[in-house]
């Protein structure tokens, strides 16, 4: 069993390699492997992250689909390593932060549960080591065992959500590639490990916007509107959520950061609509989102209530950090609340001004999507931040638990 453990890791090297990932890597002289402490039982862990969402969250998937809905071309990612991946931001999204948060402090790869003096391949290339996209056709064997990326541009709670778009993943449709990465696991582990792993796995899911962006705020190509009040309309999509989110518990996932909407009426393409006054937000695109959000708090605490074994479930107050950051950017470090760096719609850029140093001063890259620097900021708050931030424990919390 020990032997075997730097034969896998020397593959997993290559695998990334062929992808063209890692030129630094094959430049740079490689550092010798520094033993890391065993984990025993009682060190604080996650084994893997499983990712559910929508654009905030995509990291490649929508390069795979048919769909106008993709951010794989420049301006998009100037400040990824890896240039335009798909990720809609100049850099990282959330849930590169969280991983990177993790990897840091509490990630326990499966080859160090395996041989347990092994490096993190992540420290080995000195990059934290990114959830490979679900659509990937390199998302697999033992490139998943970090965990896998699911969220899809356009995507939302319901089917039909985004649809004007193209293709895209809907919840459920990630929830049934989840199923196809777990049948990949079961190849790679007994079921007792397999059983350890998931209970041991943080799953964060960021959906909803797009129910309301791309399906109840465009009445002429949704009817959802003509059938739903606004209150009844977020009693369904939480009707709908929970339920795939019991499924992911049913097969074996248990500890669930569950992010809330932000404020959508504050954003430049709701400003953009003119029905907010002048330097103000959008209040019923606010007041109706806040509806989903109020009612997915609750849903947190009626689940936690139930007391599902070893299950723990976290909500995850985007409207309120955001909102935060909108109302008071210079704690931030933030200029300016509406600007945009780069203004782009599916392609149309608007704007040309670009500068790095600047960069950090924005919060929104887009129309629709902050920039990284603002996703650093709402990742750190759901990782550490007080239960206004993240309710009723933090991710840091829950990866002591
Ligand atoms: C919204 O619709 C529901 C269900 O049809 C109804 O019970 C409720 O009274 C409506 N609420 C408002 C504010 O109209």
Redesign the pocket.
């Known amino acids: 069993m020990e032997t075997s453990c730097p034969r896998l890791l020397v593959i997993s090297l290559m695998v990334v390699l062929s992808n063209g990932v890692l030129v630094v890597m094959a430049l740079a002289p490689s550092p010798s492997p520094s033993p890391l402490p065993s984990p025993s039982s009682s060190t604080p862990q996650f084994t893997a992250m499983f990712a559910f969402g929508d654009s905030l969250t995509d990291n490649g998937n929508n390069n795979y689909l048919s769909s106008i809905a993709k951010a794989n071309y420049v301006p998009y990612g100037v400040d990824f390593y890896e240039g335009p991946s798909g990720r809609f931001s100049n850099g990282r999204t959330i849930i590169d932060y969280l991983a990177y948060f993790l990897e840091k402090y509490y990630f326990i790869t499966t080859i160090q549960l395996h041989c347990q003096n092994f490096v993190f391949v992540g420290d080995l290339l000195q990059i934290p080591s990114y959830l490979p996209a679900y659509a990937n056709p390199l998302a697999t064997g033992r490139n998943i065992l970090n965990g896998v990326n699911y969220a899809s541009a356009a995507a939302g709670i319901l089917e039909e959500t985004g649809r004007n778009l193209g293709e895209r993943f809907s919840l459920s449709q990630q929830v049934q590639n989840f199923e196809n990465t777990l049948n990949q696991l079961k190849n790679q582990m007994s079921e007792q490990e397999l059983r350890e792993y998931l209970k041991k796995a943080l799953v964060v899911m960021i959906l909803g916007s797009n129910d309301y962006l791309n399906n109840y705020l465009v009445p002429y190509t949704y009817p959802t509107s003509f059938i739903?009040?606004a209150?009844?309309y977020a009693d369904l999509l939480i009707q709908r959520y929970a339920r795939q989110i019991l499924a992911l518990n049913s097969l074996g996932l248990r500890k669930f950061l569950l992010g809330g909407i932000g404020p959508l009426g504050c954003i430049p393409n709701q400003l953009a609509t003119g029905l907010a006054p002048t330097g103000k937000c959008v209040a019923y695109v606010n007041n109706i989102v806040g509806m989903f959000n109020t009612r997915l708090r609750s849903l947190v605490d009626q689940l936690n209530s139930k007391h599902y074994p070893d299950a723990i479930f976290a909500f995850g107050n985007t409207f309120g950090a955001f909102g935060d950051i909108l109302n008071n950017p210079t704690a931030y470090g933030k200029t300016s609340k509406i600007h945009i760096l780069w203004y782009v719609a599916f392609g149309f850029e608007l704007n040309r001004i670009y500068n790095h140093f600047q960069q950090n001063q924005y919060v929104f890259w887009d129309a629709f999507h902050p920039t990284q620097a603002a996703n650093e900021i709402l990742a750190r708050k759901a990782y550490s931040g007080p239960p206004s931030d993240c309710y009723p424990i933090n991710v840091q919390q829950m990866a002591l638990m």
């Open positions: 739903y009040n209150t009844a």
